[in-house]
């Protein structure tokens, strides 16, 4: 059942290997990339709790060391104090030059593990074990490594490649419903940015997907990640294409700011609403037609999932304050807000001309409808 997608970035290329059981296997899989026989191994207290024994395990049955570090979950982890703990700890544990540090978590850790990597001794390969399905078909592919800080979200980072991505669909399971469809959001992104004919797959399969099918769970992830590393290939450092990733992003940032980055709006269900309104955004300016704005959100309300405004719970502000809220976004360009939108299911584009005028208007009605 196990897939591969292989990232062809030169001699930055790595192999992303995707199935069920790789944790396991971790060990005889790593292998081939070590100086010596001991990896750093960085993660979270919760996934520390449910997979850092088996990934020890995985390990130890070729032979290889581990000592790790566990840090908080959540959000508020990726800042410099933590941040400045993990380099500390990767010290102290005498980590060198040609030796592999091991991300095993979610975006968090992969994102604060692969940015100490990127900085630890001017840079040290990294191998991520991602084990939430956000991280699987999106984070951890693609080399975007970083932290928060007081000023925004991953303001502060550094494009560094992962050596090997390793992502086992079995530990999918141990995600609560909220988690595992708030992950989904990204996976229907792909379909919608450009594969019409993953999204009909996925209009069928996705139901099965989410109970549990692990052979619809290892091709959904495996479809995503090819659409990720085809786009990285051609665009690494986002000077164009690569921006067709935040599909949805634009609204979903300045959502994810009203709500304070809190449990109220998780990023993959912001991901979802902006999906949702870049699609009805794009159908306003005439670009698709009102019916894949509609079966875009007939899928994601199928799938139990956040589809309007509506289903924030708490106050949001109002039209101008979101619109506000979306000039903040880093991907400002000369003062020029830009947009994906999309001529149809599977055919979106990067673009800056969008009237302003067309956007407070969705967002009142949207607002409206609450
Ligand atoms: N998550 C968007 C990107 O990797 O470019």
Not at 136 to 158: H, Y
Not at 238 to 243: S, T, Y
């Amino acid at each position: 059942m196990n897939e591969c997608v292989h990232v062809a970035l030169g001699e930055r290329a790595y192999d992303v290997q995707i199935g069920p059981g790789l944790i396991d296997e971790a060990g005889a899989r790593i292998a081939p990339l070590l100086a010596r026989p001991r990896v750093a191994v960085l993660t979270d207290e919760t996934v520390a709790g449910l997979h850092l024994e088996a990934l020890r395990a995985g390990l130890a049955a070729a032979g290889i060391e581990m000592v790790s570090l566990a840090l908080p979950p959540g959000e508020a982890t990726k800042g410099w104090p933590q941040f400045t703990r993990a380099v500390e700890w990767l010290l102290e544990q005498r980590v060198e030059r040609r030796d592999i540090v091991v991300a095993l978590g979610g975006g968090v850790i992969g994102d604060l593990a692969g940015f100490a990597a990127a900085v630890l001794r001017r840079g040290v390969r990294f191998v991520q074990i991602p084990t939430s399905l956000l991280a699987q078909v999106d984070s951890s592919v693609g080399g975007k490594t970083g932290i928060n800080t007081a000023q925004g979200k991953n303001l502060v980072g550094a494009f560094h490649q992962p050596a090997l991505v390793l992502a086992d669909t079995a530990v999918l399971a141990t995600l609560t419903p909220r988690d595992f469809l708030a992950g989904y959001g990204e996976v229907v992104k792909y379909g919608l940015l450009g594969d019409a004919e993953f999204f009909d797959w996925l209009e069928v399969e996705a139901p099965a997907m989410a109970g549990g099918d692990m052979g619809a769970r290892v091709r959904a992830v495996t479809r995503s990640v090819q659409m990720k590393a085809d786009i990285v290939v051609c665009d690494e450092t986002e000077q164009g294409d690569r921006a067709l990733l935040n599909l949805g992003h634009t609204f979903c940032h300045a959502l994810e700011a009203a709500t304070g980055y809190s449990d109220r709006l998780l990023h993959g269900e912001g991901v979802a609403i902006g999906c949702a309104l870049a699609f009805e955004l794009s159908s306003r300016l005439g670009l698709c037609s009102q019916e894949d704005p509609s079966r875009v959100r007939a899928h994601l309300r199928a799938m139990g999932m956040k589809v309007d405004l509506a289903d924030i719970p708490g106050d949001l502000p109002d039209a101008a304050g979101l619109l506000g809220l979306m000039a903040q976004d880093k991907k400002v360009v000369d003062g020029q807000l830009r947009f994906i939108l999309a001529r149809g299911i599977g055919q979106a584009f990067v673009t800056s001309d969008v009237p302003g005028h067309a956007v407070h208007g969705l967002l009142e009605e949207a607002l409206a409808a609450r």
